[in-house]
């Protein structure tokens, strides 16, 4: 067994030497598909907060994903037809900062999931799933119908956004951005994790009646969780959408919903570095697979079985083994 | 009447047409353990479960210290300082020993919200934590995971949890149940001690243990309170002899 911290490391360089690799050898696609990686993995970190940490089986997080990715396409739409977003008593312009669109679609997002949050943690198991994917399928419904924003065709941006006079349009430096996020994201998660929110959220988890003999009320700290989830995932939907210079609503599809599942359930639930393994599985199943066979997701499939049956701690419970307890 | 830190005046429950706890009044005084026993299936837990708000009466309130809590959570009232231990160990079983106890450390202190600090780290909740360990005597497995504890050690962690709450009233739903003989008579030591700290209602079925610790009993059969008074009234009791308490048991 490897220390899981080794894995870990080894995880982010490998991450990070492989475009840098293909940077020498000038395969610019192989680059692209890191950074989706890269994105896959900040997208299934959101949802590991609520799956793994609380427990929260929510099938509605492509809600976040999309929302995230439409703060970015008409902030940006609008800063490219040169259209005032609000005109209001104040004007409110479009932009093609990343950072305010990256704050934008965490704030959105974290909005979001704080509603939906709300009224989905009202129910629990089987039902919490359902209502979930039925609040991402109503904004799947929401944009495709509505036309502003380019309804079922989705929104194309023309150049990819700008962050701090970067060439932002070089897949490298994109990739370096994105990546920079994503360690920003398991810092946070790992800090979480061993706060005491983390240690009281695990403990809602684990047993509701533990949690509330100690004075706490589960919904609380599950809404907290949430929403910090759905604020993640929304961040990556924003890199997302700026990778693809492209929004549509896609990104709201419940098959989302699904796909950052299965990051999350490749990788480790529960494991904070779980989702970059499975994402960056996911992205060399889908290339390797995918080359071979039209029908490669029967392939995913069968391995996602196999380790629902016997490597629950996904890829990161393979190799690393049983979490060890903190300190 | 007016020392009691704790009482139900009147509580009803059914589950269909079962009644398991039938117009139910009892009180829980200043420094002591007030022993409920009753056969299997008399409503004990259940009414455990009423006074600490995981289950709502259907008629009846159940008022602690002066104020009426029937319509609270049962984390407001743990907040408020019921100490409640469980009859089936309700513990986060992923946890090592010592963060189930800092976890209790944490609620009663508060700041759970704290997202950035490092709460293992804690001195002033490991300070606690420690203690109640040391109290109930599990230091040594400290960071043993606790789904790898024996079910009496789990017991044991029950009642450390519920010491870090620093509560104005413990409920303890048989704690001893499954200790052995001297697990058993370690935990009568440990109540007999805590009761200065606050009152225990105390479920147990160990007659021994009971006898030994309340200073008063209260019979449950069938969801009714049939008698209350100390060991020397109720073992006296005509009516708790027939119903419950086999004639050996009081000898
Ligand atoms: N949620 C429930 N729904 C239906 N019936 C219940 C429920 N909880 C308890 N009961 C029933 O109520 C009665 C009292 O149960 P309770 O658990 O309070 O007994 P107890 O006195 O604690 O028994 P024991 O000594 O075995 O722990 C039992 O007949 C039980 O089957
Ligand atoms: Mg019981």
């Known amino acids: ?327 | 009447m007016t020392d009691a830190v704790l009482a139900t005046k009147g509580i009803t429950k059914s589950f269909g047409a079962l009644t398991a706890s039938k117009d139910i009044s009892l009180d829980l005084r200043a420094g002591e353990i007030h022993a409920l026993i009753g056969p299997n299936g008399a409503g004990k837990s259940t009414l455990i479960k009423q006074i600490t708000g995981s289950l709502r009466p259907n008629s009846g309130n159940v008022i602690f210290g002066g104020t009426n809590v029937t319509t609270l959570s049962a984390a407001a009232r743990a907040r408020l300082g019921m100490g409640r231990t469980f009859q089936i160990s309700a513990l986060a079983m992923d946890y090592t020993v010592l963060q189930n106890v800092v976890l209790g450390a944490l609620g009663q202190r508060g700041g759970v919200f704290r997202l950035f600090n490092r709460v293992m780290k804690d001195q002033e909740l490991l300070t606690i934590a420690d203690q109640a360990l040391e109290q109930v005597g599990l230091s040594d497995v400290r960071n043993t995971r606790t789904s790898e504890l024996s079910h009496g050690r789990r017991r044991q962690l029950e009642v450390a949890v519920a010491l870090t709450l620093k509560p104005r009233a413990f409920l303890m739903d048989e704690p001893m149940a499954g200790l052995g003989t001297e697990g058993t008579a370690q935990m009568v030591a440990l109540l007999d001690r805590l009761r200065v700290q606050a009152p225990i209602l105390l479920i147990e079925h160990d007659m021994d243990a009971v006898f030994a610790l309340a200073d008063r009993i209260s019979v449950l059969v069938y969801g009714q309170i049939i008698a209350t008074g100390t060991a020397a009234e109720i073992r006296a009791n005509p009516q708790v002899r027939e119903a419950y308490l086999g004639e050996e048991a009081l000898t």
């Open chain 1, 1 to 327: 067994m490897i220390r899981e911290t080794t894995l870990n490391a080894a995880l982010l360089v490998l991450l990070l030497a492989v475009p840098l690799a293909a940077l020498i050898l000038d395969e610019l696609f192989i680059i692209t598909l890191a950074t989706r990686a890269v994105i896959f993995a900040i997208a299934g970190i959101g949802l590991n907060l609520a799956l793994g940490f609380g427990g929260l089986v929510s099938l509605g997080h492509a809600a976040f994903f999309g929302i995230g990715g439409y703060a970015m396409g008409i902030l940006a739409y609008h800063a490219q037809t040169y259209t005032p977003l609000i005109e209001w008593h104040f004007v409110i312009d479009g932009t093609k900062s990343m950072p305010v669109i990256w704050l934008t679609a965490t704030i959105a997002s974290a909005i979001a999931a704080l509603g939906i949050g709300a009224l989905s943690l009202r129910t629990s198991g089987v039902y919490f799933i359902m209502i979930t994917l039925a609040f991402g399928q109503m904004f799947y419904f929401f944009t495709i119908s509505w036309p502003a924003y380019g309804g079922e065709d989705g929104l194309s941006i023309y150049v990819r956004n700008g962050f701090a006079g970067f060439n932002t349009m070089d897949p490298i430096t994109f990739f370096a951005i994105c990546y920079a996020m994503l360690l920003a994201v398991l810092w946070l998660v790992a800090r979480l994790v061993r706060s005491s929110f983390g240690l009281a959220l695990g403990a809602a988890r684990q047993n509701e009646d533990r949690i509330q003999a100690v004075g706490q009320r589960p919904f609380t700290l599950y809404l907290a969780a949430f929403t910090i989830s759905g604020a993640i995932t929304g961040l990556a939907g924003a890199l997302f959408a700026d990778l693809n210079r492209f929004v549509s609503p896609t990104m709201f599809s419940w098959q989302t919903s699904g796909e950052i599942m299965v990051f999350v359930i490749l990788g480790g639930v529960g494991r904070v570095y779980g989702p970059v393994a499975g994402a960056a599985m996911f992205i060399l199943l889908e290339h390797v697979l995918g080359g071979l066979s039209e029908f490669w997701h029967i392939y995913l499939g069968a391995i996602l079985l196999g380790i629902v049956l016997f490597a629950r701690g996904g890829l990161i419970g393979l190799l690393a083994g049983r979490e060890v307890a903190d300190d």
